[in-house]
């Protein structure tokens, strides 16, 4: 049985390309990047090179790129620094942000470190503006803002810009969790005012296991993970050298390509969309689908009956991978927190379903899906 993968925002397929770049690295290129003599020297000239290749995309700074495991590490490490090294005293959020910022700015509150508050959402599932800047405006407290530039459930965009100019405005840190749209959007990181923003390379064709955090040059923090000197001492460890290599080839080749795949990913949403609604005229989409939201991301709202409720295990034992929101909690027999929270809690009517698409994807798989789902329900 051949399997259709509609679960791009949970991890993507690692391009050959990028596989082709990491290839000497993991054979005959194998020094330690610490090392003085020559391999050592080769490999440390490969990690500045990646270095500089996506400080060059993003508009950035070489020395404000580090290198870290994943999203997930670069968020605990910006919003730790924030509270232990930039002073701040609370924590503005929202209640659909990626579990990395949430159970780590509930972690911060529960131990006395940060005052913690969310900022309300409008219908669509969208931060509230207005009430951003009312949180802002509400206290003299240094104020760390970590707001997700799109969320990883049901594709709702951030105006990153925009929230920029209320942090400058209130003199707020700010942190963007960008795992979903960097390799996905053009950034321009020296005209956008934040000082925090993560990716990770499995969401744009590239290897898992590594990441990068973007730390603004205009201000200083301490590691995170101590005990050596990488990273221009800011992440201890022996680095990750061919993930890194890959994250850079990876980011390279989603940039060259961005137009022609956006495009193409694009329609491939607008159709699912229109041909879901042509033959299930009473799904419902989770979000602003239509409106900010990413490209890449359908959140699907099913009404629950006998038949919906095993919707996923029926699918995937179909051959047909999606998932009910995101790969942490796709496995989960319990609404996510992001769609719990568009609904005020009332979303125990619907079945959510999250298609997710790449370029690999095509209409023809799309059909076969609606197919597989008029049997279904």
């Known amino acids: 049985m051949s399997r259709i993968y509609l679960d791009n925002a949970a991890t993507t397929a690692l391009n050959p390309e990028v596989l082709d770049a990491m290839m000497p690295f993991l054979t005959e290129k194998f020094g330690n990047p610490s090392s003085i003599y020559s391999y050592g020297r080769e490999t440390k000239l490969a990690i500045e090179n990646a270095r500089k290749s996506v400080a060059r995309i993003l508009n950035a700074n070489p020395g404000e790129i580090f290198f870290t495991s994943g999203g997930t590490e670069s968020t605990n490490t910006a919003i730790n620094a924030a509270i232990r090294d930039l002073g701040c005293k609370r924590i503005i959020t929202s209640p659909v942000e990626h579990h990395a910022t949430l159970h780590t700015v509930e972690y911060m509150e529960h131990s006395g470190q940060a005052k913690l508050c969310y900022v309300k959402l409008t219908k669509e599932g969208h931060v509230d503006m207005a009430h951003l800047e009312e949180l802002l405006a509400d206290s003299s407290l240094k104020t760390l803002v970590t707001l997700m530039h799109a969320n990883n459930e049901v594709g709702n965009l951030l105006d990153i810009k925009a929230v920029g100019e209320l942090c400058r405005k209130y003199d707020a840190i700010f942190h963007s969790d960008t795992v979903q749209t960097v390799g996905h959007y053009p950034f321009d990181l020296r005209n956008t005012y934040v000082h ?182």
């Open 196 to 377: 925090f923003i993560n990716a990770a390379a499995h969401k744009f064709h590239g290897p898992k296991g590594v990441g990068m955090l973007y730390v603004n040059e205009n201000i200083s923090i301490k590691p995170y993970i101590n005990g050596g000197a990488q990273e221009r001492n800011m992440r201890a460890g022996t680095e990750n050298l061919y993930g890194i290599i890959g994250f850079a080839k990876a980011l390279e080749l989603a940039t060259k390509n961005y137009e022609e795949d956006s495009n193409y990913i694009k329609e491939l949403k607008q159709y699912m969309g229109t041909k879901l609604k042509e033959t299930f005229p009473n799904v419902s989409f989770n979000g602003d689908s239509n409106g900010r939201s990413l490209y890449t991301v359908l959140n699907v709202a099913f009404p629950l009956t006998e038949r919906s409720d095993m919707m996923l295990f029926n699918l995937d034992m179909a051959g047909i991978c999606v998932s009910g929101g995101s790969a942490c909690t796709s496995g989960a027999n319990s609404t996510s927190h992001v769609i719990k929270a568009i609904y005020n809690g009332c979303s125990d009517k619907i079945v959510p379903i999250r298609f997710s698409f790449s370029r690999h994807n095509t209409k023809e798989e799309i059909d076969t899906v609606i197919e597989k789902l008029k049997e279904l329900i």
